[in-house]
């Protein structure tokens, strides 16, 4: 059920639409030849008048089908649909493209039967001409429908690309903490970076595969690493999303004193976070175990463990010793790379038990209408 925005047709505005139904009503209504006047006028006009509102109703009624009903989407999806168009919009316009069309179908329907009616050419000209006058009208008031429709497209089809099936790992912490170089140095292939349409803020995804399950992490620059109190509206509403998302959250601390942030505004941003993503099991991890004085007094225990396991072919789920700080909390270098796989089997851990005991855990295409 992932909604492919990029898949979905361009849509056409009013002016685009109107051209193509009268074109092809034009060119339907020249075909038809009937050596009888006043049957050969009835049938091209009805004609017209029927092929203009084929091609509207079946335009505007596709794109409604095409797109995805909000009611069947991921919590995430329509999390994004309300931060970046909102929702109440995007159904409102969805349901003025149905009206329309009902609309257009029952104008055809009338004018048609005026025809069938009268043997006076000029009643059935009137029809038509009357026809295509409120067709027009109609499209007239589907019109900014179609172009908000439009631009909406161009918003979400940049929209980050992320499986709700599979697990996410939320990144947070202050800047300069490490959590780009945690995610690269956990990541296979290259990090994805997907712009927030809607701000200059970025996403970005590494990914790393355990028994065929891809576990994606996510970092927020600018959302989740500083007070609440200085984000935008818009900001807020991305940060409401990623509260459905995670499986599991890390909070990056940095003992270090190297980030820039003082500890307790760190401490500070922590109770923030929690208070963001209440349904999210958090894990705080202090980050540059490298730098931490005195070492972790596991450091080449760890070390040579994952050396270990590494030599002998990184298998299986191993239970490799975590790599702790003085204060008991887990720790890694990423520069170093000193408690990356502990830690890595760890999330894996997290992200299977969050699975097995969520209630929320719904098979695929699910709606999560509780939580929306
Ligand atoms: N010594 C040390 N420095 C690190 C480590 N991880 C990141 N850094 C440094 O900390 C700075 C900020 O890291 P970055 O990953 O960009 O932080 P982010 O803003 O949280 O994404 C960079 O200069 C990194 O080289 C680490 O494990 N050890
Ligand atoms: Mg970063």
């Not at 109703?57 to 919590?75: F, I, Y």
């Not at 609309?103 to 055809?108: A, H, L």
Request: hydrophobic residues 40%; negative net charge.
């Amino acid at each position: 059920m992932r909604i492919e925005w990029r898949t979905l047709p361009t849509v056409l505005t009013e002016e685009e639409l109107l051209d193509k139904a009268f074109g092809r009503a034009k060119k339907a209504a020249d075909r038809v030849d009937d050596p009888n006047r006043v049957f050969r006028t009835r049938k091209q006009l009805s004609r017209m008048v029927q092929t203009s509102s084929d091609v509207l109703c079946t335009t505007l009624t596709e794109t409604v089908s095409l797109w995805p009903s909000l009611d069947q989407s991921p919590t995430f999806d329509v999390a994004m649909i309300e931060a970046c168009v909102g929702t109440d919009k995007y159904r409102h316009h969805l349901s003025m493209l149905q009206w329309g069309a009902g609309q257009i179908g029952r104008i055809s329907t009338q004018n048609v039967r005026k025809m069938t009616r009268t043997a006076r050419i000029p009643l059935m000209h009137d029809a038509r001409k009357e026809a295509y006058g409120r067709i027009a009208s109609v499209m007239g008031r589907v019109g900014p429908s179609l172009a908000w429709l439009g631009e909406a497209r161009e918003t979400l089809k940049r929209l980050p690309h992320l499986d709700a099936m599979q697990p996410i790992i939320v990144v947070c912490g202050a800047p300069n903490v490490g959590k780009s170089a945690l995610i690269g140095a956990l990541s296979t292939g290259t990090m994805e970076v997907n712009h927030y349409p809607f701000t200059t803020k970025q996403l970005h995804v590494g990914h790393f595969t355990h028994r065929r399950l891809s576990h994606q992490m996510l970092d927020t620059p600018g959302l989740l690493d500083r007070p609440m109190e200085d984000r935008n509206a818009i900001e807020q509403q991305a940060i409401a999303a990623l509260e459905h998302v995670g499986s599991v959250a890390l909070f990056l601390y940095d003992a270090s004193g190297e980030c820039g942030t003082s500890t307790e505004e760190q401490l500070h941003l922590l109770e923030e976070v929690k208070t963001l993503l209440p349904g999210t099991p958090l894990e705080v991890i202090t980050s540059k175990a490298d730098l931490l004085d005195p070492l972790p007094s596991a450091w080449d225990e760890v070390k040579d463990a994952e050396a270990a396991w590494r030599e002998a072919g990184s298998l299986g789920q191993p239970e490799l010793p975590l790599l702790r700080d003085e204060d008991g909390r887990i720790t890694l270098s990423a520069l170093q790379d000193v408690g990356l796989d502990a830690l890595r089997m760890h999330l894996v851990r997290l992200c299977e038990e969050k699975r097995d005991t969520d209630p929320m855990s719904l098979p695929e295409g699910w709606h999560r209408s509780d939580r929306v």
